[in-house]
RNA sequence: GGCGCGUUCGUCUAGGGGUUAGGACACGGCCCUUUCAAGGCCGGAACACGGGUUCGAAUCCCGUACGCGCCA
C-alpha cells in the first residue's frame, strides 16, 4: 500500500513554525516513500476561526516548497478537504457510534456538569471525569428510560454524543517513534465527539478522515500523544485499522517551554511563518534548520536541500527529547544559502529591495558587482542594501570613530592627491589593479604607509570603517562616483572633525 | 493534582555494553589581511542524580529529581 500522510492544521491564526515543521516531516516521509502528502483544513471549531488563516497556511507551504498533492485547493479523490464541508459523514458516524453502543446521547447542562466536578472534587477527586462511573448519574442515553431519550430528541434538545469509554483496559499503541505507549482507560474521559451544535470535536473529525482519506502515517507533534489512545478507541469500534502512529518532539523556545506566541515574543523569537518571510530568510534555509530540529540523517551533512532531506529522512532517526529553537544557527543557515545561490539570482533579489525600498536601481553590470562582493559578508537579503547602502546613496556620515582613528592632520593633503591621480585615469581603465597601484604608489612617494591612505578613501566613499577590499569596492563604484565622494569628504571631514565634542 | 513523554557540551545532535564521548551553531585564540567578513588551524565546553545487572555502563533495569505535554 502506497504511503498517505497529511498535514491537518487548524485555520485559528498565522501558521506556527512548528506547524511548519510538522509539515515538512510529513512532506520528506511521503516523498521518501514515493507516497502522498496531503493538506486538509481542520476547522470544525467555528469560534476559533480566523479569516484568511487558511490562505496564509497555503501561502507559507508553497513559500517552503512543501507542495502537497491533495487539498482544498488543488483537490484530489478523497476530498473535499475542508472539514467544515465534511459535517454530514462526521454526523452519521457518531450516531453510527451510538447504535453500535460504543457511544451515547449526553443531555448534561454545562451547569450540571459544574456541578458534577464540584462534588466529586470535594469528595476527594482531583481530576472529575465524565467516564464509566459517572456518566450513571448524568442524564444520558445509557440513563434515562429509552421512551424519554427518543421524547429528548424529537423535541429537539441540545445533546451531545459521548464516546462510551470501557473501564479496567490497558489501551496500547507503537508510536514509530518512542515506542510502546500504553493508557489505562480509566484515566480517559468519555469524549464529546459531537457537539451540541452538531459539528464533530477534533478527535472523531480526525479519525474520520484519516480513515477515509486512507492516510497509512498520522505524524503529528507530541502534544497529541496523550489523545491518541482515544483515537485508537474509535478505530477500534468502527472497525477500521489505525494508521502508524508517530509522535514529533516538540519545539521549545529559549527557556525550555512549548514555543508558544507569547513566550516567543518575549524572547525576540518569531513564531509565524510569515516572520520568517517577511524578515529575509530563505525557504531553502528554514526547511534545512527545521528538519535538522528533532532529527538527523545520521552521518555529519549539515546543509541540505529538500531533495536531499527527503532521500535521507526515515522517521526512526527523529529524536525523542524536544528541542530548542536556537535563532543563531537558523541565520547561519540564511547565510550559508545566500553563499550557495548563484549570482544572477542575488542580483534579481536586490533588484526586489531596492525596489521595494523605492531606491534608485543600477543598472545590471554595478549589481553584479555589489552581489560578488556583498555575498559573503551577509546574513540576510536585505543586508545587500541596508548593510552596505553606500552601493547605491553617497554616503552623508562619516562614522565618528573612523574619523578618530585614521584622519590624521595630513589626512586631506594626502586624499587630495590620491584624487587627482584618479581623475587621470580614464573611465575604462578604473581597475581594481590600477586604482591599488596609484594608492601604493603615492604612498610610497610621500613615505607613508599605504593604510594611511587605504583607511581615509574607505571613509570617504562609503562612510564606513569596514567592508569589502577596498580596490575591488572602488572598481564597482566607478570612476565617476569615487570622485565626487572623495571630493565631497574633502569638504566636509576636515569641518566635523574640527568641531569639538558637545558638553552633556 | 492525575496521566503520559523526555533528560549527552550554552544550543542542535552522533554514539545504544569496552570511544582520548564525534560533528554543527555560538564563544575564545591564532593564521590570512588595508578593514569587516569568509576561510584555515587550535581551544574551552556534556553523558541529571542514586542504586542495581556486568569483568566493564553514557549505553541495559529500577528509583529519584527535574523539564515538558495533555487533562482538570
Wanted: aromatic share 10%.
Amino acid at each position: 500500500m502506497s504511503v498517505r500522510v497529511r498535514f491537518a492544521p487548524s485555520p485559528t491564526g498565522l501558521l506556527h513554525i512548528g506547524g511548519l515543521r510538522t509539515a515538512l516531516y510529513n512532506y520528506l516521509f511521503a516523498r521518501h516513500h514515493g507516497g502522498q502528502f496531503i493538506l486538509r483544513i481542520e476547522d470544525t471549531d467555528q469560534s476559533r476561526y480566523v479569516e484568511g488563516a487558511e490562505e496564509d497556511i497555503i501561502r507559507s507551504l508553497r513559500w517552503a516548497g512543501l507542495l502537497y498533492d491533495e487539498g482544498p485547493d488543488v483537490g484530489g479523490p478523497y476530498g473535499p478537504y475542508r472539514q467544515s464541508e465534511r459535517s454530514e459523514l462526521y454526523r452519521r458516524h457518531a450516531h453510527e457510534l451510538v447504535q453500535k453502543g460504543y457511544a451515547y446521547y449526553a443531555f448534561d447542562t454545562p451547569e450540571e456538569l459544574e456541578a458534577m466536578r464540584e462534588r466529586l472534587q470535594r469528595a476527594g477527586n482531583p481530576s472529575p471525569k465524565y467516564n464509566a462511573i459517572t456518566r450513571l448519574s448524568m442524564k444520558n442515553s445509557l440513563t434515562l428510560p429509552e421512551e424519554e431519550v427518543r421524547r429528548r430528541l424529537e423535541a429537539g434538545e441540545a445533546y451531545v454524543i459521548r464516546l462510551k469509554v470501557p473501564r479496567g483496559e490497558v489501551i496500547r499503541f507503537y508510536d514509530e517513534i518512542r515506542g510502546w505507549v500504553a493508557f489505562e482507560s480509566e484515566e480517559l474521559d468519555d469524549q464529546v465527539l459531537l457537539k451540541s451544535d452538531g459539528l464533530p470535536t477534533y478527535h472523531l473529525a480526525n479519525v474520520v478522515d484519516d480513515h477515509y482519506m486512507q492516510i497509512t502515517h498520522v505524524i503529528r507533534g507530541e502534544e497529541w500523544l496523550s489523545s491518541t489512545p482515544k483515537h485508537i478507541l474509535l478505530y477500534r469500534y468502527f472497525g477500521w485499522e489505525p494508521p502508524k502512529m508517530a509522535h514529533l518532539p516538540l519545539i521549545l523556545n529559549p527557556q525550555g517551554g512549548k514555543l508558544s506566541k507569547r513566550s516567543a515574543a518575549e524572547l525576540g523569537i518569531p513564531v509565524n511563518v510569515r516572520d520568517y518571510i517577511e524578515a529575509g530568510f530563505l525557504p531553502e534555509a528554514v526547511v534545512n534548520f527545521l528538519a535538522f530540529l528533532g532529527w538527523n540523517p545520521g552521518d555529519e551533512r549539515e546543509i541540505m536541500t529538500l531533495p536531499e532531506l527527503a532521500e535521507a529522512f526515515s522517521l526512526d532517526r527523529v529524536v525523542k527529547s524536544g528541542a530548542v529553537f536556537n535563532f543563531d544557527k537558523l541565520k547561519w543557515y540564511n547565510q550559508q544559502y545566500i553563499r550557495r545561490k548563484p549570482d544572477a539570482e542575488l542580483v534579481e533579489a536586490v533588484r526586489r529591495e531596492l525596489i521595494a525600498r523605492q531606491m534608485p536601481v543600477p543598472d545590471e553590470a554595478y549589481l553584479f558587482g555589489v552581489v560578488r562582493l556583498m555575498k559573503e559578508r551577509v546574513e540576510f537579503i536585505h543586508e545587500f542594501v541596508t548593510f552596505s547602502r553606500y552601493f547605491f546613496e553617497d554616503p552623508t556620515e562619516y562614522a565618528p570613530e573612523g574619523i578618530e582613528k585614521h584622519w590624521k592632520e595630513d589626512t586631506p593633503a594626502l586624499l587630495e592627491a590620491y584624487r587627482k591621480r584618479l581623475e587621470a585615469i580614464a573611465e575604462t581603465e578604473f581597475t581594481a589593479e590600477r586604482v591599488e597601484a596609484e594608492l601604493r604608489a603615492l604612498a610610497a612617494e610621500r613615505g607613508v604607509s599605504a593604510a594611511r591612505l587605504i583607511h581615509p578613501t574607505r571613509l570617504a566613499l562609503t562612510g564606513m570603517t569596514f567592508g569589502p577590499g577596498l580596490f575591488e569596492l572602488m572598481a564597482v563604484l566607478g570612476r565617476e562616483r569615487c570622485l565626487r565622494r572623495l571630493h565631497r569628504a574633502l569638504e566636509l571631514i576636515p569641518a566635523s572633525w574640527q568641531v569639538p565634542p558637545t558638553p552633556e
